[in-house]
């Protein structure tokens, strides 16, 4: 089983719409939690941290559900500008483990 | 400007003939790696180093080498390279907070003929 699992998509939605996407981490140990955003095969940039509580970022809300051992982004009023592929990344100790990423499109 | 740099961007050379990736970050990160990217694969790990003088194997390592003499500095070495090594090559650093942001050099686009 992979440490860190993620629909690969592509979701495919209009400008203006809700998406949402979760990934699932195997390492119950795990102690924090990122996604990263990486556009077409550059490097990747950190979009946010999650937190226990879940948070916040403008249009990005993530989760975390220890219990279940999983982590979700969302992302309201979807802009073009934000196509790219989200990696869901976890920190089991220093070692970060990397899903395979999400691809989104969001089309005009 | 907080950066990771890597060079070269690209490279195309043939099985067997030595090569160096170099990489350099300015932040005094202890913590450094290197990754492959392959389509459907996500990013997987090849080498880390916890700081001077320690490296240790990734979930990859096969065919590739790192040194770690500098603290800013992490090359990567592949000694005799096969075409199953064409990838997108990343560097990245970070500090050893767990909340630590790790920051990605631009990456470096190998083709082993």
């Known amino acids: 089983r992979k440490e860190v699992e993620q629909d690969p998509g592509p979701f495919n939605v209009p400008e203006g719409a809700t998406v949402a996407f979760n990934c699932t981490y195997s390492n119950s140990a795990s102690q924090s939690f990122f996604w990263y955003r990486q556009d077409c095969r550059k490097e990747p940039k950190l979009l946010m941290s999650v937190y226990s509580s879940g948070n916040e970022d403008g249009r990005f809300t993530a989760q975390l559900n220890r219990a279940s051992q999983y982590i979700s982004l969302l992302i309201r009023d979807s802009k073009l500008s934000d196509s790219a592929t989200y990696l869901c990344v976890v920190n089991p100790f220093y070692k970060l483990s990397f899903g395979a990423g999400t691809t989104v499109t969001v089309r005009a | 400007e907080a950066q990771v740099t890597q060079n070269p961007r690209y490279l195309i050379t043939v099985t067997g003939k030595k090569l160096t990736v170099t990489c350099s970050q300015n932040?005094?990160?202890?913590?450094m790696s290197w990754y492959r990217q392959d389509p459907g694969l996500g990013l997987r790990q090849i080498y880390y180093s916890m700081n001077v003088e320690v490296t240790d194997k990734g979930d990859v390592p096969e065919g590739y080498k790192v040194s770690r003499k500098e603290k800013r500095n992490f090359p990567l070495i592949l000694e005799s390279p096969s075409p199953n090594q064409t990838s997108l090559y990343f560097c990245?650093?970070?500090?050893?907070?767990?909340?630590?942001?790790?920051?990605f050099g631009p990456g470096t686009r190998l083709l082993v003929l």
């Open positions: 932040m005094n990160h202890e913590y």
């Open positions: 990245a650093s970070r500090g050893t907070g767990l909340e630590e942001t790790q920051y």
